[in-house]
């Protein structure tokens, strides 16, 4: 890798940090923005989702601009904005400036998510791709990892505005920095063709189907709103196929899905993305409230996840580009296994080695897993935008499912333990919680087991092909 495409690939994955640390920090923050905006927490946390539902609905339309003019423009553009929205949430004094800020902070990343991996695979030539993509894979990765412990950092010694105030010179560093490595494309507008009814019903569906999941995790999946907006985005669904099929330049290439091999690759993705998602809603309980760590030290504990994983990184990109990537995500899918199952048995009273252990096991798994060269190689050079697109959608459905499906396990378990409903940390009776969270993570192993297979046919049959 020479030095222009080396500083490409770097330029790329700070800004991939800063969008992913975003999706997962303002969690941790959300207390304190709700009592210093005098603000019920239901309200705060639309503060979180907003940003999720806002990438997600614009995530196709960017990768298919990304295709049609330039990449490094619409990257860069979202990079611009981003920085200014993050500037706005971290000077904002109430709930809608925060609420529009975060969702033009939302628009800004899927502008970077869409356009980040086709960037690098015109970029770097074939022998390298797989470090290159590792390298952006994994940073982003330990932004969503690490979020939770930066936002315990910057709480113990400042407000919450500071958790998006310090995107900000990094933001401006990464954008000048872009605007001297990216080569300038012009833009033709002419080329411009955007499948606008295809997109509105694909971007409604995708936002009443994360509105539903949402509310439904707050007000019950048999609210009747919940259940409309279900009903609503499976009619916009089978919709949006009926125009994809009927229009000459879809915006998603539904062709692409009758490649085995990206399919299969997606949906790995997903499922290790749900599963990524267990740590980030079951650690930060089991560490505070079972192990008593106050939550700076909650914070500390957490950061040996994104630590090992830069180490891991660039191993797996390496390791990929010798091996191939199907290879080398079936050996990570299995230590992902034996993670989870450390997780699953871990007691309070056991040494705290074990869970480090459990650490660092779980983010060689992490830095290990090619999920972006597996996708990326099965899409052709003029597709690559929309196949990023895809696979940035899927991560972050990945990341919302994981929240839902988390929480929704640990609960029931919990609940049917001990004969009546509960929806929070049992206080008092720790045991309660540790007895829901052994089930969620064997749950989770049996998840990453069904991954191990899948990714086993799918090596099988790329040889018998």
Same mark, same amino acid.
């Given at each position: 890798?020479n030095?222009k ?10 800004v991939?940090?800063l969008?992913?640390?975003d999706?997962s @920090? ?5 207390p304190?923005i709700?009592n210093?905006l005098h603000?019920?927490?239901n309200?705060a946390?639309?503060i979180s989702?907003?940003?999720l539902?806002l990438i997600c609905?614009s995530l196709?339309?960017?990768g298919?601009l990304?295709?049609q003019v330039?990449?490094s ?8 904005? #981003?920085?200014i ?5 971290g000077l904002s ?5 925060l609420l529009?800020?975060r969702?033009f902070q939302?628009l800004g990343?899927s502008?970077?998510m ?5 960037i ?5 030539p074939?022998?390298l791709?797989g470090r290159?993509l ?5 940073i982003?990765?330990?932004?969503y990892?690490?979020?939770?412990a ?6 113990s010694f400042?407000?919450?505005n500071?958790i998006f105030?310090f ?8 954008y000048?920095?872009?605007?001297f490595? $990216?080569d300038?494309?012009? /833009? ?5 063709? *955007?499948d ?5 019903a694909?971007a ?8 539903g999941i949402?509310?439904g ?5 048999n609210?009747?709103f919940?259940i409309?907006?279900f /009903?609503?985005s ?5 919709? %949006?196929? $009926?125009?994809?099929q009927?229009v000459?330049e879809p915006i998603?290439?539904?062709?692409l899905?009758?490649?085995i091999? #990206?399919?299969?690759?997606?949906i790995?993705?997903?499922l290790?993305?749900? @599963?990524i998602?267990?740590n980030?809603?079951?650690l930060p309980?089991?560490?505070q409230?079972?192990l008593?760590?106050s939550?700076?030290h909650?914070?500390l504990?957490m950061?040996v996840?994104?630590v090992v994983n830069v %180490?891991?990184a660039?191993?797996g990109g390496v390791l ?7 290879f ?5 899918s299995? @230590?992902?296994?034996v993670?989870?199952?450390? %997780?699953a048995l871990m007691?309070?009273?056991h040494?705290?080695m074990?869970?480090?252990l459990g #650490? =660092?096991?779980?983010s060689?798994?992490?830095g ?6 597996m =996708?990326m190689?099965n899409?052709s ?9 895809i696979?940035?959608?899927?991560r972050n459905?990945?990341?919302t499912l994981g929240?839902?499906? !988390?929480?929704s396990?640990l609960?029931?378990?919990? !609940?049917?333990?001990n004969?009546?409903k *509960?929806t929070?940390?049992p206080t ?6 540790? %007895? ?7 749950i989770?192993? *049996? ?5 191990t @297979?899948m ?11």
């Amino acid at each position: 890798m020479n030095r222009k495409q080396f500083f490409i690939v770097m330029s790329i994955a700070l800004v991939s940090f800063l969008a992913t640390v975003d999706m997962s @920090i303002v969690n941790t923050a959300l207390p304190q923005i709700s009592n210093d905006l005098h603000i019920p927490m239901n309200q705060a946390e639309w503060i979180s989702s907003a940003y999720l539902i806002l990438i997600c609905m614009s995530l196709i339309l960017f990768g298919k601009l990304g295709d049609q003019v330039s990449k490094s423009r619409i990257f860069q553009l979202g990079t611009l904005l #981003f920085t200014i929205s993050s500037l706005v949430c971290g000077l904002s004094q109430n709930l809608v400036v925060l609420l529009i800020a975060r969702c033009f902070q939302g628009l800004g990343a899927s502008m970077t998510m869409a356009t980040n991996l086709g960037i690098i695979t015109e970029t770097v030539p074939f022998s390298l791709r797989g470090r290159a993509l590792g390298i952006n894979t994994t940073i982003g990765q330990v932004g969503y990892i690490a979020g939770p412990a930066m936002a315990g950092i910057i709480l113990s010694f400042a407000n919450w505005n500071w958790i998006f105030l310090f995107n900000v010179p990094i933001g401006i560093f990464a954008y000048f920095f872009g605007e001297f490595v $990216y080569d300038k494309t012009k /833009i033709k507008p002419e080329k411009i063709n *955007i499948d606008w009814p295809g997109f509105s019903a694909l971007a409604v569906l995708i936002g009443l189907f994360f509105i539903g999941i949402f509310m439904g995790q707050e007000t019950g999946f048999n609210n009747p709103f919940v259940i409309g907006s279900f /009903i609503l985005s499976a009619i916009l669904l089978i919709l %949006f196929i $009926y125009i994809e099929q009927h229009v000459k330049e879809p915006i998603l290439a539904l062709s692409l899905f009758k490649n085995i091999g #990206f399919t299969i690759s997606i949906i790995a993705l997903m499922l290790m993305y749900i @599963i990524i998602y267990f740590n980030n809603v079951l650690l930060p309980f089991y560490i505070q409230d079972t192990l008593k760590f106050s939550p700076s030290h909650t914070g500390l504990l957490m950061s040996v996840l994104p630590v090992v994983n830069v %180490f891991t990184a660039y191993l797996g990109g390496v390791l990929c580009d010798k091996y191939g990537a199907v290879f080398m995500s079936i050996r990570a899918s299995i @230590i992902f296994v034996v993670a989870e199952l450390i %997780f699953a048995l871990m007691q309070p009273n056991h040494t705290l080695m074990l869970m480090l252990l459990g #650490f =660092v096991v779980f983010s060689t798994a992490n830095g290990l897993f090619q999920n972006n060269p597996m =996708v990326m190689e099965n899409a052709s050079k003029d597709q690559q935008g929309i196949a990023g697109s895809i696979l940035a959608l899927s991560r972050n459905i990945g990341f919302t499912l994981g929240l839902s499906i !988390s929480t929704s396990i640990l609960y029931t378990a919990m !609940s049917v333990k001990n004969g009546h409903k *509960i929806t929070t940390y049992p206080t008092g009776n720790d045991q309660l919680f540790v %007895f829901g969270m052994h089930f969620t993570y064997m749950i989770a192993a *049996i998840i990453m087991v069904g991954v191990t @297979i899948m990714l086993l046919w799918l090596q099988r049959n790329k040889k018998q092909a």
